[in-house]
């Protein structure tokens, strides 16, 4: 059998053919002109040549910048698709980096004993340096797009999961986290899965600080794009009275997990008047049969007086229905013969289950997480520099939010193609076709897919 050399337009990524049709007709590269403006003129490549290139890059399985280097060859053949260098990608992203702020705190800490007593007493002041990086500019295009193609409605609140996640790295910039681990702590704010809101901060941040204007400049910049905000849902790392009477102020439920005091196990184990009621409530991993009480509840820094919402469980039980319920979780607050668990919300309407049951689902912010960082390069930030990696981490939240919008609409007319696919799927399923491209068509060869129906 013999081998020759051809020359023919052939792409193994024909699917991004018509995913490019689709963005276009998003008008993505419009929007990306209108909130960031443009390039000098001796420019050979826009903000929206290299946002739009990456993007692509990703969704053909490029995580790393590089990775755009190696598909150009396949990539190249499509009209309309202008890809630079890795290094064009890299250099326009970091222009697009804002500055960091650094702040500089002084704590009061107890002391270990030894030190303690060598010092003669059993407190100190430790400084904290804290930097965190919020691209308003980047963050205003990243709602503008979520908006603008669909996903959201501007006549509808919804529910926005503020929370944070770590991303380990070994690049200069990130600090070690309370484990002694290098990593960012960017906090995140999503819309089911969608992420609309990210702040970059370094690993020794902790989750609660500066809630209160990370929690404004959301919600600001969300109201700037009229998405509309009815409830925030956080965990107990956000328990901070000035935040709550920000959201309470403005007309928006919360739910946060609530902390433990010394006043609060007090009244909980000695007030013999709080009226508690049996109620069951199925999570995931157990099964609650348990007793619910409201409270009154008014925390330091708060100008309001809020619904605490405290589920106590006995631990007996744990010897003696173990296998009927399953145990006490171990994220539950432990004081005496119970276990509790803390909710505080400013919704007096909704049911105390109904509230724990929403709360709850706090666990979709976590598989948001997991695919950001395994679907669109989270988990490699390519620069070294933080404020940098926020540009990145952005882009990938704009791809992903693309590729929720491109599946809703390709869904129509491609079967094979599932709503809630991951990307390695859609990649496999859709992406990967031989296409060749000749002076008058495109030809799409051994699929099933009707190419030509979308192209």
Request: glycine share 6%; charged share 30%; aromatic share 10%.
């Amino acid at each position: 059998m013999k081998a020759r050399r051809s020359n023919r337009k052939i792409t193994p990524f024909g699917g991004a053919i018509p995913v490019l049709k689709q963005i276009k007709s998003f008008k993505i590269a419009e929007q990306i002109r209108e909130c960031l403006g443009t390039r000098v003129k001796q420019a050979k490549y826009g903000y929206d040549d290299v946002i739009i290139s990456w993007m692509l890059t990703n969704l053909c399985g490029g995580f790393r910048l590089d990775h755009i280097t190696k598909l150009r060859k396949n990539l190249d053949i499509i009209p309309g698709l202008k890809l630079p260098s890795h290094d064009t990608l890299g250099r326009v992203m970091k222009s697009l980096a804002t500055d960091v702020l650094k702040e500089s705190g002084v704590h009061r800490s107890k002391r270990g004993y030894r030190e303690a007593m060598r010092k003669g007493s059993k407190t100190y002041k430790r400084v904290t340096h804290r930097e965190t990086n919020d691209n308003e500019q980047m963050n205003i295009l990243l709602a503008s797009i979520t908006s603008k193609i669909g996903l959201l409605n501007k006549n509808k609140k919804y529910d926005l999961d503020l929370d944070a996640t770590t991303i380990y790295t070994e690049v200069r910039e990130a600090k070690k986290n309370k484990n002694k681990e290098k990593c960012f702590a960017p906090m995140v704010a999503c819309i089911d899965n969608l992420p609309v809101y990210i702040e970059m901060r370094n690993g020794n941040v902790a989750p609660g600080a500066r809630i209160l204007e990370s929690t404004q400049k959301c919600i600001e910049n969300l109201e700037k794009n009229e998405i509309s905000i009815g409830r925030v849902r956080m965990d107990r790392g956000a328990y901070h009275g000035p935040t709550f009477d920000y959201l309470h102020k403005n007309g928006i439920h919360f739910v946060v997990g609530a902390r433990k005091s010394k006043k609060l196990m007090e009244t909980l184990n000695t007030d013999d008047s709080n009226v508690w009621n049996k109620v069951y409530i199925q999570t995931s991993l157990y099964d609650w049969d348990c007793e619910t009480t409201d409270l009154e509840w008014k925390i330091s820094g708060s100008n309001e007086t809020y619904r605490l919402i405290v589920l106590r469980m006995d631990r007996k039980r744990d010897t003696v229905r173990k296998g009927q319920y399953g145990t006490t979780p171990m994220t539950w607050i432990y004081g005496g013969q119970y276990a509790y668990k803390l909710i505080i919300t400013n919704d007096w309407n909704s049911s105390a289950k109904e509230l724990v049951e929403f709360y709850n689902q706090r666990g979709t912010s976590e598989r948001n997480f997991d695919t950001m960082k395994n679907d669109f390069g989270w988990k490699l930030p390519p620069f070294s520099n933080m404020n940098e990696n926020t540009v990145f981490l952005i882009i990938a939240a704009i791809t992903n939010n693309v590729y929720q919008a491109l599946i809703g609409k390709l869904k129509k007319k491609v079967k094979e193609i599932r709503l809630n696919a991951r990307l390695r799927d859609f990649i496999y399923v859709f992406m990967s076709v031989a296409c060749e491209l000749t002076e008058t068509e495109y030809v799409f060869y051994d699929t099933d897919i009707a190419y030509e129906k979308i192209c």
